[in-house]
């Protein structure tokens, strides 16, 4: 049996591990995605073994060194992180499993530094989680994005460095720019980094302060794309569809509200979080944020366009739940990191699937493709409710305790705010699966009908996989509900 | 009185500000390393002023002389007057090797070859 | 010989350097000037230890009693600068064989080595002493010899920047001079212990308040303090490669080091800091300085000049911190003055291997070098996130303690602004990388050449430092923090 | 009389540096920088700087002047004009740090006062004890050679890093290989007048060096002030009677060792003191009693530095007119 830390010691480390396999078999293809699938499915066995200690209270830590007096790279497994790092390592599997089918079925090149820095990223992603302190944190969520950004700019073209140069630019730049100043400053004014359950803050702390450091959080968090610095998330859509799928639905961008939930539970404490006076404003930030950008959705027309920009809603749904400083409006947020990118994966797959089968990026390009790609639609449809939030799909439990903390909150605007975008993201979602069944045949151009087939199997397989997510997550969301209960 | 007390530093700070003024004005690179020099050789007058003792003599000791001048600063500008030449001189080589590497040793004209290329 | 360290620090390489003429053979030379400079280096490492354990080391040359003969005084600031200006020159000196074999005809390689070496004991020499005209003799030393090494450069404007850096530097050092006059007049007396001891009685003359002006405009012409920088970005770009890398590692640094030493030591915090309005001088200064030159930076075509204008910048955030005026501001200055030397050292001599490969230092040279030269590329990323200030850096640690002097004694903006100046060097950095990793070769298909071992094994050297000096800080904050808490509680 | 002396010296300094900013002819301005040298050695030694003014004519009125001829005759006699936005700059900046000059100068002391804090502090020891401690009458000797040697050692550096600095500049220009005829390096060869008179004034000027170096002691003079007298000697020898007459009796290469040697034997000497358990360029014990070590020790770094000096000042005529005649041969 495997001491509990040795087992946080291995999920951080497995990432690395992976990564220099991946490397030394680089030239043998299938070796190599082995090494990947592998090592995912051994990461979330590892990180499920954490699950009943963490449950029971555990204190599982670790620390890897102390970089000056009080600074130091200090790991936890304690139940928000716990639940991050679940998700984020069966999601990594999944996605090798989609990417093996695309990144062949599209031919793409220099596949051995995208398996390898997707590693990277996955361990980056189990630092943020892990993280003991804010440093950590901070190292972490760092190399996240830089190890991202070659990523975004894999394709090497002149659009993708530009799209490159807008990720790398607004997320070091926020990174660097707020959350660093809010680091320093919460360390000066604290003298402590450390997590800690009721917040750090002396009850005494001036609260016009906490309000200028809660703002510099909020946008110093880029990944979390609150408005304005969402710029970067449509940008990253240059990238190939797996790494929308999975950083851009999952790793980075809930990295992103994970950080703010830490910070507003762990740094703040809901209860100082309640008292400050600029929640209130930086909430109704985050509800303009989200129905600013289904609005914008609405007006895509490039379909990972739409859907990124439907993340940007999406998350500030997270942010507002963050916010709010009530459990129910915390509880559904942590959920809905969990439901959302269980939907939104699906849905980029899905993308990806229909540019490899049938080279479409254009939503208008999509009608009557039902026919010839049915499994696809269909995971479309079913993914897209849960980005909705109604049944048959887990989606609608997050979107319940959102609703449950505007309430407690007494926040009515808020409430009509999320309504409403909800009613929007039927009108940018749901269109796309039901004229992809119902309506003619999209290519009136005369040319001669391309034979269509469904995408690659192992594609495929995934798609199956998390759309089935979709839906089990109603029936079963009792694991996830439980662990943020005992993060409260 | 005051003007008899400060005359000698008053003139010494004009010798250097018309020194600067040469160095600064640029035009020609030996003009440049004339004003350096002037600029100098001001502030040793200055520093020699500061060692002058009113009836003093010279630092030698000589039998029956009982003041003299402050020898601190001539060793001082000793070899100051020294690190001058040495200046002087390298600015000077380098004067040469800019006139044959740009065929000219005016600061303006040097400029424009830079910036043509 | 233990007692002597302190002279010995300066002493070796000074008379090595005549030895050289009469060794000879360039190849021999240079093991000569590299083993003299590993002694130096030894020395100075003893030195520290010397001053970490039993205090300030106080050396009489010639015997003389301090006033009147010329004293060397090691406290732990000078101590550290002298660490860090000998191991850079000496790791600096291991890469030099190799590119200067290229770079210079073979007769000028003897005198190359032999102007180093004096340039280095020069500097040395300003760190060590503690008489102030004895400053201004080896700034003289270190000056002449960085004029023509910057000369030897090829592209001919290099004479033209060591003309104007000459004329530049002769107009600070004889300013220096000046204001060394000047508080000669009012106190009789050159050593810096005594001018500090005697200074506080005459209190706020204008002839002091002038000696201080002219002293500081005399050491900032030198430092490259922004406006004074003009001549700094000529210099670094046209130099040959591993001068370049010397002087940005070493150079600066001095110059920073004598202006903390004047302002904290000399004339003591409270008069420059209090009395003057110096604090907003420095921060302001020095903020228009990390802000004007990153964004010149920005728009370099050449990247030895792209640097060079971020040396100004970095300059700023040492001065920034002086002018915070607390001794965590001063701490921050002192760390980042290592690291700084740790991240130029790194990245010039990582252009050295490109210059050596490429033979040129433009952007459009870079192109597609990601594969060409992946070692040499990948000390040049390291040492850019360094200069980004990216946690797990040495570049992190100096940032972290700057902004937190900062926002320590409430200056947000003054934090706000500083940071702004890291992400404008992610901008001039990115630039680099982009082009390096994302971009395809000019002439593709070109196999992988990667710099020759001996420059990519001191450019690895000094990467690495980034690294370690980023988790391990255990010596640079011991040492900073104790040079700091003395200088301040000495003045105060 | 002496104050009425002062007055009208430091005037003439003034006119000379405005005529020397508003001369266009740079020969003229050469030459009046040489006058400018001169005055100003004059000056000092009205203010019983004796040494100093030695020097000051040596380098102010002697090498520098020469060494900027010979550049000129490279680069040409005459300078274009100066825009006038440039000027105007210029002069508000010189203005400014004049008047903060002017400024500094209320609180100073008065010129010539006794009581100054630069009279009372550090020197009386050097007037009052040097006869004892290092016994020898030259005051500025005593300080230049003992209680401050460290800064001369650091001096004596500074000319040989000039010295390098110019061969690594010019050495390589122009291409060594061709021989250039004799007389193209001796304007002067064709004058048999100034030929026989240089044949008999150039070994008292190589004794007297010799004096002057030994002499340092007791009056005014020293190592530095001996090698430019030295190297001058050369120096007319070698513009009498060819570069190349010289050069066979010394080569550049030659120099450059003897140079080196110069600052090493001032180094070695300070090594010495430290052998003898005492400090760097500590003499004292080099002989019996420690008089005579300062004695001794004074000797052997004044050569150390005439040595240096008289080589580098060589080295950097023989570099320069070698510039000149291969543009001549060119």
Redesign the interface.
Known sequence: MIGNESLLQLALLLPLVAVAGIRLLGRHENLREAVSLLAGTALFATVCSLYDPVFRGELVEIRW?E???G?SLAFRAEPLGLLFSLIASFLWSVTTLYAIGYMRGHGEGNQTRFYSLFAVSIGAVMGIAFAENL?TL??FY?VLT?STY?LV?HA?TDK??AG??VY??IL??TS??FF??AI??T??LAGTLSFTPGGVFDADTPRSLLSVLLALYVFGVGKAAVMPFHRWLPAAMVAPTPVSALLHAVAVVKAGVFVLLKVCLLIFGLDTLGSIPATEWLLYLAGISVLLASVVALRQQNLKARLAYSTVSQLGYITMGALLATSAGFSGSALHIVMHAFGKITLFFCAGAILVAAHKTEIHQLRGIGRQMPVTMVAFFIASLSIIGIPPTGGTWSKWYLMLGTLEAGQWLLMALLMGSSLLSIAYLLPIPLRAFFSGNGQDSGGPPVAIREAPWPSLLAIGVTTLGCMLLLFYPNAFYQLIKVAL | MLVAALYNYWIVIALMMIGLFVVILGGNLVKKIIGLNIFQTSVFIFYISVGKVDGGSAPILTEGVELYSNPLPHVLILTAIVVGIATTALALALAIRIKQAYGTIEERDIQTRDSQC | MLAHLPVLQVILPLVAAPSCLIIRKSGLVWLFTFLVSLAALTVSALLLQQVIDSGVISYHLGGWDAPWGIEYRIDILNAWVLLIVSALGTVVLAAAHTSIRRELEEGQQILFYTLYLLCFSGLLGIVATGDVFNVFVFLEISSLSTYALIALGRDRRALWAAFQYLVMGTVGATFLLIGIGFLYMVTGTLNMQDLAARLPAIGTSTTVLAAFAFILVGICLKLALFPLHLWLPNAYAYAPSVVTAFIAATATKVAVYLLIRFTVSIFGVDFSLSVLPLQHLLIGLGLLGVLTASVVAVYQMNIKRMFAYSSVAQVGYMIVGIGLGTAAGLQATLLHLFNHALMKGALFLALAGVVYRVGSANISAFRGLGRRMPWTMGAIVIGGISLIGMPLTAGFISKWYLISAAVDSSHWLVALLLVAGSLLAVAYVWRLVEAAYFHSPETPDKPADEAPLSLLIPTWLLALANLYFGVDTRLPLAVTEMASRTLFGGAL | MELLVDIALLGLLLVTAVAIAWARDLLAAVMLAGIYGLLSASFFMVMGAVDVAFTEAAVGAGISPLLMLATLSLTGRFQAGTDTRRVLFSLSLVILVGALLVAATLDMPAFGSPEAPAQQHVAPRYITESMNEIGIPNIVTSVLASYRAYDTLGEVVVIFTAGLGVLALLMSLPPQGEPVRGELLSPMRGHRILRVIGKILIPPILVFALYVQFHGEYGPGGGFQAGVIFAVGFILYAMLFGLDVVARVVSNAVVQVIAAVGVLLYGTVGLLGMLTGNNYLDYRDLAGDPVTGQHIGIIAIELGVGITVASVMMLVFFVFSGQLAGRRAG
Do not use: N, S, Y
Request: proline share 7%; aromatic share 10%.
């Open positions: 060194l970089l000056m007096p600074l440093f901070f190292v760092e830089l070659p700019t090497g993708a460095r490159g140069r790398l630019g070091l730049g660097i720019g660093l100043l320093v400053a360390w000066l």
